[in-house]
């Protein structure tokens, strides 16, 4: 056994199942090595973010590490920003990179970097594989770290390391990770607070799982809270015969004057929420100090506070949950409000939905509030063009269940190498691009700057026209079929006949 | 005058004349001040790799740097490879950077991140303007130190400075550069190695303009030394009259053979090469440290150095120099060698190629030694996808003249987005994709390692197929024409109708 074998034998043995990857040659021998230690799939990505999205969808429908294996300092340079995205999501993930030769880096090859440098950027643990003999405790240990961390970890794996012998040792299993904790404390307080009128509870993380949701729920039947989650939220499990929320508005303005409304907030699984950007004028925190109780910070252990808190008020059991009705499906030309309701009153119970529609996904949440029971995720930091890989991951994870990307144009733009993957894995996955052929936030700004004629630059940099991008052309490109729709009645017709079969299929759903 | 506005006052009074752009709303006022501030063309590109990559090939082009307009870290951090790539080009280039305002950092919003870590990975140096009263200043620093050193400046601009009130105090035009030098002994040691039989130059950077080959060649008239390019260049001028030279191989056993029929190698304008890779039991470096004598580092100034050199042996200033042949159009099905030879044998006079077609492209330099004069760039760091933003580059910089972007398709995928840029700015660029259907680098690779018969993971990382790219389609997609060829006659038919017109074009060049 050699070191990248070992490397990968390490990862299989942490449960580790599936690699999205972009190699290069300083990786061959980790390619080799997973046709020599069997146990992880090996999946091609043609970008290197389109395989951390990728990791980062499959983690958050697994609660797993995923491996992605990225050719040296640039092929990691390629992933970051669906790393800075998985990082925000909280989610674990192990990359490997097979770095030059140990005795070549002196001489500073070209494809040369500090890589070291980049994990810094997005919050990673770094280690430089120092010993191919080291290769099974150093994978295990970075395992360990992520899936108890929640955190991305890094392997760095010289090519002279790779390819020398190294005894497969067996890393003995770390000891799993420490329970995560409340503050006994914080559940009074916030007991305290729920006995003022006009209190508030923020949920984010595990908070929005059925559990979370429903603990919640009973906390806020028994003391009239209101119920918020996060703008953005990694995962949040939806519909059915689930409590329903409130998403937190993305414009601050909206944001504020309904916080306002609230003597105080209490937050479960999640941080004190935070403006998008900063508009002058107006505070960073969404909520003040003084309205917060911090209930359970994102790495603490929301579920059992949410627990301890129902217990201290007594919540009930059982109570009453107004069912939310679908929406009807709308007629005429397609607008956000459409596209969002079309595909709110089709989707399939028990689906995934990757929501990176951004403006044209607003009206989504409260149209999809009456849809049979689903999985939401969204884009979580802001770096666009996650959708279509974090997408694929969660078809990986979930092969019994069908994926919907709802993806807007502008991000999907970025990342349209992933539909390649999602053919050639044939991909349960609807792509439904909401095309208003613009960087809509952008004009929506310069609006609220009060910009309604912006010059020749500003204009061209937020309209994606002249020439359109003909999205069906691109998925054939990459091998997935595709129909372009411009009224609602025509989306749903497509939706009906793209969920009535398997495979990655694409939906031009064209906005006037 | 805003600071948003003082900035790109200072960049268009520093010669600024470009920005490649993909902003967000914390560059919003840098976007508005492109237009109340006349002087700086504003292009939008979808993915920031294509800004850079475009200012990379502008700047090799005209010798300026362009400015690239991103959004926060994560814009900057899609773009990063092609910033690895220009600054192994050693070019020019301002990026700005609108970062979130000051005072709201400190509340980690989704897309903060340290965007010093990012620039640091590239080598740039990074300035975060401290107060809008100062933009003209800094701007103009920073644009001096970019052309002054050909290297790449940072400015990150926090949306509150964009916003405050920046007289508009104009910036002391900075001292000009001082002039490159050289080691005048070093030119002497050059001339006494020449003397012995048996040795070669080594050119890049400068010494492959066509001041610094026609230096080399009388120096090589004189002493009869071989001259030898580096494998990869980031410019340089062939073709027609020019003297010829023979390019450095990629693989190092053939390379470390070409080398040591030499005693001496004086290298002018670049580094002493190294292998592209750390294979074991062949040496970082191609020519050993007794061999080498380092006329010019890349800092220096090659063409001084030349000049020194021809007169220190009185080199002539006349002779023959053999003009080579064009190839035949070949006939049959494509390979690397047809799709060379149908390329070399019809590209126009004056043409500009960007040459990121890696083992498609491996016979094109020789093919292409008799063409008619044109300029060559290359993939400069290594790190795929730079082909079709610099093409788009090089095309903004020379609207007269034909840009044909030869480029893999492995590495073509990467970019797709730089095809709408060309689209919807009419670039003159013919895109060639060398179709082999694979990333052939890795099948090469493992042949050189003796394994004829990869595993499943291994074949499908390295293979292209099911499906295969459809890259008409993915032109199409995205606002240019195209076809599919797949013999040598059909390529050469195409390319001759593609360069009777004007605007973008794209041929699928499909190898067998």
């Not at 983690?59 to 294996?69: D, N």
């Not at 935070?274 to 107006?282: H, K, L, Q, S």
């Not at 190498?417 to 095309?435: K, N």
């Given at each position: 056994m050699n070191g990248a074998e070992a490397v990968i034998a390490a990862a299989r043995d942490q449960g580790i199942e599936i690699c999205f990857a972009n190699p290069g040659t300083t990786e061959m021998p980790l390619v080799l090595a997973l046709d020599s230690v069997p146990g992880v799939r090996g999946v091609l990505c043609l970008h290197?973010?389109?395989?951390t999205g990728a990791a980062d969808?499959?983690?958050?429908?697994?609660?797993?590490?995923?491996?992605?294996?990225?050719?040296?300092?640039?092929?990691?340079?390629?992933?970051?920003?669906?790393?800075?995205?998985?990082?925000?999501?909280?989610?674990?993930?192990?990359?490997?990179?097979?770095?030059?030769?140990?005795?070549?880096?002196?001489?500073?090859?070209?494809?040369?970097?500090?890589?070291?440098?980049?994990?810094?950027?997005?919050?990673?643990?770094?280690?430089?594989?120092?010993?191919?003999?080291?290769?099974?405790?150093?994978?295990?240990?970075?395992?360990?770290?992520?899936?108890?961390?929640?955190?991305?970890?890094?392997?760095?794996?010289?090519?002279?390391?790779?390819?020398a012998k190294s005894?497969?040792?067996?890393?003995?299993?770390?000891t799993a990770a420490?329970?995560?904790?409340?503050r006994a404390q914080k559940a009074g307080q916030a007991a305290q607070a729920l006995r003022t009128s006009g209190a508030a509870m923020l949920l984010g993380g595990d908070a929005l799982t059925e559990r979370g949701l429903r603990l919640a729920a009973r906390i806020a039947a028994a003391?009239?809270?209101?119920?918020?989650?996060?703008?953005?939220?990694?995962?949040?499990?939806?519909?059915?015969?689930?409590?329903?929320?409130?998403?937190?508005?993305?414009?601050?303005?909206?944001?504020?004057?309904l916080m306002k409304r609230h003597t105080?907030?209490?937050?479960?699984?999640?941080?004190?929420?935070?403006?998008?950007?900063?508009?002058?004028?107006?505070?960073?925190?969404?909520?003040?100090?003084?309205?917060?109780?911090?209930?359970?910070?994102?790495?603490?252990?929301?579920?059992?506070?949410?627990?301890?808190?129902?217990?201290?008020?007594?919540?009930p059991e059982a109570f009453d949950i107004a069912r939310a009705a679908r929406p009807a499906v709308p007629k005429g030309p397609l607008d956000a409000a459409a596209v969002s309701a079309v595909i709110a009153c089709l989707q399939p119970d028990n689906c995934i939905m990757m929501d990176e529609a951004l403006t044209v996904g607003v009206p989504y949440f409260e149209a999809s509030q009456g849809a049979p029971r689903f999985t939401h995720m969204m884009l979580t930091g802001g770096a666009i063009g996650q959708g279509p890989g974090t997408a694929a991951g969660a078809a990986f994870a979930c092969p019994d269940r069908k994926v919907i990307n709802f993806q807007s144009d502008?991000?999907?733009?970025?990342?349209?190498?992933?539909?390649?993957?999602?053919?050639?894995?044939?991909?349960?996955?609807?792509?439904?691009?909401?095309?208003?052929?613009?960087?809509?936030i952008l004009n929506?700004?310069?609006?609220?700057?009060?910009?309604?004629?912006?010059?020749?630059?500003?204009?061209?940099?937020?309209?994606?026209?002249?020439?359109?991008?003909?999205?069906?052309?691109?998925?054939?490109?990459?091998?997935?079929?595709?129909?372009?729709?411009?009224?609602?009645?025509a989306l749903a017709r497509e939706l009906e006949k793209a969920l009535a079969s398997k495979g990655p299929r694409l939906i031009e759903a064209v906005m006037t």
């Open positions: 290197e973010n389109v395989a969808g499959y983690a958050r429908m697994t609660g797993k590490p995923a491996m992605c294996l990225l050719h040296l300092g640039p092929g990691l340079a390629n992933g970051l920003t669906n790393l800075h995205n998985a990082r925000r999501a909280g989610v674990p993930m192990l990359n490997v990179i097979g770095e030059h030769a140990s005795w070549h880096i002196a001489a500073d090859p070209l494809l040369n970097s500090e890589i070291e440098r980049l994990t810094a950027w997005f919050g990673s643990k770094a280690v430089r594989l120092g010993a191919a003999l080291d290769a099974g405790r150093v994978v295990g240990e970075a395992v360990s770290a992520a899936r108890n961390n929640r955190a991305i970890a890094t392997l760095i794996v010289p090519h002279d390391l790779q390819i005894d497969a040792a067996p890393f003995e299993q770390a420490p329970p995560r904790t409340f003391t009239g809270a209101e119920l918020y989650c996060d703008t953005f939220f990694a995962r949040m499990e939806r519909g059915g015969d689930l409590p329903r929320v409130k998403k937190l508005p993305y414009f601050p303005d909206a944001a504020l004057e105080r907030v209490i937050i479960a699984g999640t941080r004190r929420p935070v403006t998008f950007f900063g508009y002058p004028g107006v505070p960073s925190h969404l909520v003040t100090d003084a309205q917060t109780v911090m209930l359970a910070e994102p790495g603490e252990d929301a579920l059992g506070a949410l627990a301890a808190l129902a217990d201290e008020i007594a919540a502008g991000c999907g733009a970025y990342s349209v190498q992933a539909l390649w993957t999602e053919a050639r894995e044939h991909l349960d996955v609807i792509t439904i691009i909401g095309a208003n052929r613009s960087y809509n929506v700004e310069l609006a609220r700057a009060g910009i309604t004629k912006p010059g020749r630059n500003a204009r061209n940099m937020a309209m994606l026209d002249a020439p359109y991008l003909d999205w069906v052309r691109i998925g054939e490109g990459f091998g997935v079929p595709g129909v372009s729709v411009d009224t609602a009645g």
